[in-house]
């Protein structure tokens, strides 16, 4: 294994040995080829860099107890970078070679992946996009897809911590019918302004409302927003948010605990009714919410008074990550592992 501190990584770029790239060129894929540079060679019209025409995926591989590297619901990963594809007209990547070349990237920098009881892990970046040379506003006719691995550390150094939030009304990520439901680079160069302004007030990030009435929540930065409220979990159903896998998970958890699930409009006005609330997403897996602060109301909404997480919200995270290590029965079918 690689000789890196696995407890002081944290969520950024760290070179690896290998990434795998195939081309899309005359209507058909190439067969995946293997590069130890971390650099593309790319056309100066390429569409990717004038057009946007660009989508990529983020997920994770875990070493369990018995030393084998889990990968986590891939194939929902493959799916939603074709629906991404479909969405800004790029090539899909079909699932079986957007599988053969994730688990190439990650078997061949097996000694990325951090060990277990880090708290690390081995993040997974697929990137599908527009390389073929254009000047009008048109798809490509060439894509590149390339998967690169780099370990990240655990999202909260010394256990989970409640984060603070601040809405945001000046700034919108996605419009209704826009691109907001793909995972397309333009959404989060869309939402920048809005997280550093959030980040410079000491937030951790900012809270979305819909673009259009600026009523009801969207997402959490790159995360999507849900509560507790009882024993019923409450999560936006919106047009411009990303389907989060994690949040999928999550009401999956919920359901098997005897859990309502309500996926609906949530309103700005209701947020002080929940018990807990948090974000979710692969990186943080959830990240809970302790303040949330209303810049144009003066409003302050307050969860975790003593400090602590939610215990709902702790129940879920704890059975979703000892799925993910493979500490707990993998019942749902969740974890490929790594032959
Ligand atoms: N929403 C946005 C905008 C995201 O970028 C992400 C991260 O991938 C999520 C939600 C969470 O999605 P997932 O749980 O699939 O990582
Ligand atoms: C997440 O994985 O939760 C994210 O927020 C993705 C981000 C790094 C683009």
Known sequence: MENINWKDLSFGYIKTDYNV??????????????????????????????????????????????????LFRWKENAKRMINSARGII?????????????????????????????GAALYIRPLLFGSGPEVGVKPSAEY??????????????????????????????????????????GNYAASLRAIVKARDANYANVIFLDAKEKEYI?????????????????????????????????????ESLGMKVERRKVHVDELPEFDEAGACGTAAVISPIGKIYDPDTDK????????????VQMKL???LTGIQKGDLPDTFNWITILD
């Open 317 to 319: 995270y704890e059975m």
């Open 144 to 185: 590149t897809f390339m998967v690169f691995v780099t370990p990240v550390g655990p999202y909260f150094k010394g256990g989970v911590k409640p984060v603070n939030m601040m809405i945001c009304r000046d700034v919108d990520r996605a419009a209704p019918m826009g691109t907001g439901v793909f995972k397309v680079g």
């Open 300 to 311: 302050l909404v307050e969860y975790c008074k003593n400090g602590k997480p939610g215990k």
């Open 218 to 254: 969207d997402e959490c930065g790159p995360a999507n927003f849900f509560a507790i409220k009882g024993n019923t979990y409450v999560t936006p159903k919106s047009d411009s948010i990303l389907p989060s896998i994690t949040n999928k998970c999550l009401i999956e958890l919920a």
């Open 90 to 118: 790029m090539a899909e990547v079909p699932e079986e070679l957007f599988g053969e070349m994730v688990f190439r990237a990650v078997k061949m920098n097996e000694k990325y992946v951090p060990p277990y009881g880090s």
């Open 21 to 70: 790239r195939a081309y899309y060129k005359n209507g058909k894929w190439s067969e995946p080829e293997v590069s130890n540079s971390e650099y593309f060679n790319i056309h100066i019209a390429a569409t990717a860099l004038h057009y946007g025409q660009e989508a990529f995926e983020g997920m994770k591989a875990y070493r369990g107890k018995d030393n084998k590297i889990r």
